[in-house]
């Protein structure tokens, strides 16, 4: 009995993992911390930072290996839907990478950021979960802070957008990780361990590594040496972390609950982490309007999901 209701509990501590891991992999993938605190050349390609970060997987899919003692699920409907939440992050990735080449970030990023809803749609549709009135209300502050952290800053030092094709990139962005996490509760439904489930994300997220090059010239892709990417690494692996534990969170959890968490609240770490090293560098770091709502509705949300 102790140990059901230790599982059960799990997921929180599973959850805060990966916002604080993906707080501060936010905060030094911003070209401009990563080049003044990593000396991360800030030209440095994003299709070759998606192809270090596939490569961080490697360690950590090694690690939930070895936790399983190399008996990885082979059964073909495990097979496929793990590989389905691996291709389905990675793919949004690649693509985001796209829109991002058509509009700046402060117009594509919004559309995005909400993607949890399409989690939450899903889960309560086809798997019938249900919170309280009080987890209901952590949602809805969730999702208030997710837009709070989408408002654009500054509008004025980037250029604008090319056409129409990004509102259709970003789109496909949206549907593909608000889809993931779906899909990850239900991989981790039908596979006994949720390690097997990590390792065929890291082989998703591997396999598409030709794309990338396809993407952005190879001579492109290695201009930079060894050096930047070995510190993208470190940076990237972080991100690999803070997915290892999440589909913990979502084995444990619930993805409608789960999946608004961990996107309202690791833009929070990320924007407390930002302030005081942009203010440690000498550079404008006062927070606006929307980041410090972002930031009390998120607290807030956890808080809730506490007591969940």
């Not at 440095?44 to 192809?51: A, I, K, L, N």
């Not at 991002?100 to 019938?128: E, Q, R």
């Not at 990139?169 to 549907?175: E, G, S, W, Y």
């Not at 690791?266 to 560098?281: D, G, Q, Y």
Request: hydrophobic fraction near 55%.
């Amino acid at each position: 009995m102790t140990k059901m209701k230790e599982k059960k509990h799990n997921w929180l501590l599973y959850a805060l993992v990966t916002m604080c891991t993906w707080g501060v992999w936010m905060t030094f993938s911003d070209p401009t911390l990563g080049n003044i605190y990593l000396g991360i050349p800030e030209a440095f390609p994003s299709e070759m930072v998606y192809v270090v970060w596939a490569l961080s997987m490697i360690p950590c899919a090694l690690l939930a290996l070895h936790n399983i003692k190399w008996k990885l699920d082979v059964r073909p409907k495990s097979m496929a839907l793990s590989m389905g939440v691996g291709l389905l992050g990675a793919g949004g990735q690649l693509v985001l990478f796209l829109a991002l080449k058509y509009a700046p970030s402060y117009l594509v990023m919004p559309m995005i950021s909400v993607a949890p809803i399409v989690t939450v749609l899903l889960s309560a549709t086809f798997l019938k979960e249900k919170v309280s009135k009080l987890g209901i209300l952590g949602i809805v502050l969730a999702f208030v802070a997710i837009i709070c952290f989408a408002m654009p800053s500054d509008t004025g030092g980037e250029g604008g957008a090319q056409g129409w094709l990004w509102i259709l990139l970003a789109a496909v962005v949206f549907i593909c990780w608000g889809t993931q996490a779906f899909v990850m509760k239900l991989a981790n439904n039908s596979t006994p361990d949720a390690e097997s489930v990590f390792v065929y994300m890291a082989i998703a997220a591997v396999v598409l590594i030709p794309v990338a090059f396809l993407l952005k010239a190879p001579a492109e892709l290695t201009a930079y040496g060894w050096a930047a990417p070995t510190k993208v690494f470190f940076v990237q692996i972080l991100n690999a972390i803070g997915a290892f534990t999440l589909v913990y969170a979502n084995r444990y959890g619930k993805a409608m609950v789960i999946a608004p968490l961990a996107d309202a609240c690791s833009p929070v770490i990320c924007c407390l982490l930002s302030i005081i090293l942009l203010a440690i560098a000498g550079l404008d770091a006062m927070p606006t309007f929307w980041q410090i709502g972002g930031m009390v509705a998120a607290i807030s949300c956890v808080l809730i999901f506490s007591r969940e």
